[in-house]
């Protein structure tokens, strides 16, 4: 079993929109970091081209947090057309970190199921080995939980 993202395969590599992406998850980052509280942002592109973002939400007690791929999807449904073409998130380093990079993550189980469940044909950029790749979401989930 892999034990991350960089394992499971060579992926897609990132054309410019994606770079805008990345962008986009990054600018909100710099702007709302803040620890416990703020530590990921994610961005996602609908197929209609926009972009919407999302802010991790930390919470005292913790089952409570609301992920930054969720409030993006969130606002993507109640702002957009609710479609998820390309999605990415990126961790803030916590404090006692050297590498002062934000970093490109991968999508919790949940995540992945949220994505999965509204649209199963999404892409997610994920870290690869030299820079981020992206994946099919289905690559991530290939048996996803059904009712």
Known sequence: MPDDASD???GLPLDAGDD??????RAVMLRHYR???HMVAAALRGRDGRIWTGLHLGTTVGRLS?????VAVGRAILEGDGS???VV???HPK???ADRELAVVAPCGACRELIVDHDPQALVILPGLLAPVKLPVRRLLPLPYRR
Request: hydrophobic share 60%; net charge negative.
């Open 95 to 97: 404090p006692e970190e």
């Open 8 to 10: 499971i395969a060579p």
């Open 35 to 37: 620890p416990f509280w």
């Open 20 to 25: 805008e992406l990345l962008a986009a998850a």
């Open 84 to 86: 998820i073409a390309t």
């Open 66 to 70: 609301v992920c930054a791929e969720a």
């Open 89 to 91: 998130a990126v961790r």
